[in-house]
């Protein structure tokens, strides 16, 4: 049983196009996550939220409580966004992540 | 800049030799994690560390253990290592339990032969 889903594992996009990565949970969360994670293993942090939505350059993240699902948009898509990205909730101390979502931006 | 460093990239370990990782965060965190990340598995908690000598088990631990003796330093152990134990590990930190953001170091890529 996963506690976190990401939708589409793979997507691959030619730059410049919209993307939209969806996550939906299943457990009360505290917060939600999206990590991005480059080729060579390290991961960072993108967005933290726990309510509404939020903006970082051409990332958007939003979340809908509710639903209990999120989405990461990544608008004019550039190959340097050529990652994985990961969402994860926080319950309490523990941390429950999706299997991420691989993205490929083509020039 | 805030930072969570793991002692080596990439490991190359003989079946039941004793393997250490190490991880050292500067950010003064409360929590420490440790987790093997896995194609098609994602992200598995192996131990976390919520104060200093405190450990609790996570998802996988067996044939793990970890050592946490000092608040910016968590240990991970092999006792044995096996060739299943091949994997990418990642520590993390985090201030304080529930709404706080994590920080992840660069990744060990543990092969054992």
């Known amino acids: 049983k996963n506690e976190v889903e990401q939708s589409p594992q793979n997507l691959t996009a030619q730059e410049g196009e919209f993307i939209t990565i969806n996550c939906s949970y299943s457990?009360?969360?505290?917060?939600l996550h999206w990590l991005q994670q480059h080729p060579g293993g390290g991961i960072v942090s993108l967005f933290m939220?726990?309510?509404g939505k939020k903006k970082h350059g051409r990332l958007i993240a939003t979340i809908n409580i509710q639903e209990k699902h999120s989405s990461l948009h990544i608008t004019a898509s550039h190959p340097r966004d050529s990652a994985v990205y990961i969402c994860a909730v926080t319950n309490f101390n523990k941390f429950y992540f999706g299997s991420g979502t691989k993205l490929n931006v083509k020039p | 800049d805030v930072k969570v460093t793991q002692s080596s990239r990439y490991l190359v370990k003989r079946t039941g030799e004793k393997v250490f990782l190490e991880c050292v965060q500067d950010?003064?965190?409360?929590?420490m994690f440790w987790y093997r990340q896995d194609p098609g598995l994602g992200l598995r908690l192996i131990y976390f560390?919520?104060?200093?000598?405190?450990?609790e088990k996570g998802d996988i631990p067996e044939g793990y253990s970890v050592s946490r003796e000092k608040k910016e330093r968590f240990s991970l152990i092999l006792e044995s290592a096996s060739t299943n134990q091949t994997s990418m590990y990642l520590c993390a930190s985090s201030l304080s339990p529930g709404n706080t953001e994590a920080f992840f170091g660069q990744g060990t890529r543990l092969t054992v032969v």
């Open positions: 950010m003064d965190h409360e929590n």
């Open positions: 457990v009360g969360i505290s917060a």
């Open positions: 560390s919520y104060d200093v000598k405190m450990k």
């Open positions: 939220l726990s309510s």
